[in-house]
Antibody, heavy 119, light 111 residues
Framework: QVQLVQSGAEVKKPGSSVKVSCKAS????????ISWVRQAPGQGLEWMGR????????NYAQKFQGRVTITADKSTSTAYMELSSLRSEDTAVYYC????????????WGQGTLVTVSS | QSALTQPRSVSGSPGQSVTISCTGT?????????VSWYQQHPGKAPKLMIY???KRPSGVPDRFSGSKSGNTASLTISGLQAEDEADYYC???????????FGTGTKVTVL
């Protein structure tokens, strides 16, 4: 059974950075793409970017270009999402999700990590 | 890239059918057969209900079905049940530059 377990909630100051982890178990980590999706309070889902661990190649949504970095450590089956220059609008639950092989959909999701940006 | 357009809410009585639309453009919904649908209960992570426009993952009841016509995709829930009350989001691939775009979300209420 595939599981994605994310790191715990964070409280950050405006202008700082946050790094959220997503540890996978029960599957072949390197073979699947992992995406990051966020959800602001009371709002919808927003795609941020993705990485294919076996290739180490990441792609990002235009909106987050230059502010987000997605990496993966194959040795620990863990993906990371780092968001910099945080502002209050970045307060959200951040999810990692595994991409269904040969499809553009997400079959397994992490439990979500609440990041609160507040002075 | 703008979010795909969904109705804010739909409702139905138990046993009825409801359909949620998801309208995009020829650059996303209309250009690829990579539309997926997610169900999200309050405080929970989204759950995949439909992928590749109309395919159901194992374990998803066949009451849930998906289709697409032009730039609009649809999710139909037949035989509505109380546990179907949730938020639903569509998502479409939008090419190798934009990648993914989600819909605005629809709240389904079971009356």
């Amino acid at each position: 059974q595939v599981q994605l377990v994310q790191s715990g909630a964070e409280v950050k100051k405006p202008g700082s950075s946050v790094k959220v982890s997503c540890k996978a178990s029960g599957g072949t980590f390197s073979s699947y793409a992992i995406s990051w999706v966020r959800q602001a309070p009371g709002q919808g889902l927003e795609w941020m970017g993705r990485i294919i661990p076996i290739l180490g190649i990441a792609n990002y949504a235009q909106k987050f270009q230059g502010r987000v970095t997605i990496t993966a450590d194959k040795s620990t089956s863990t993906a990371y999402m780092e968001l910099s220059s945080l502002r209050s609008e970045d307060t959200a639950v951040y999810y990692c999700a595994r991409v269904v092989p040969a499809a553009m959909a997400y079959d397994y999701w992490g439990q979500g990590t609440l990041v609160t940006v507040s002075s | 890239q703008s979010a795909l357009t969904q109705p804010r809410s739909v409702s139905g009585s138990p046993g009825q059918s409801v359909t949620i639309s998801c309208t995009g453009t020829s650059s996303d919904v209309g250009g690829y057969n990579y539309v997926s649908w997610y169900q999200q209960h309050p405080g929970k992570a989204p759950k995949l209900m439909i992928y590749d426009v109309s395919k159901r993952p194992s374990g998803v009841p066949d009451r849930f079905s998906g289709s697409k016509s032009g730039n609009t995709a649809s999710l139909t829930i037949s035989g509505l049940q109380a546990e179907d009350e949730a938020d639903y989001y569509c998502c479409s691939y939008a090419g190798s530059y934009t990648f993914e775009v989600f819909g605005t979300g629809t709240k389904v209420t079971v009356l």
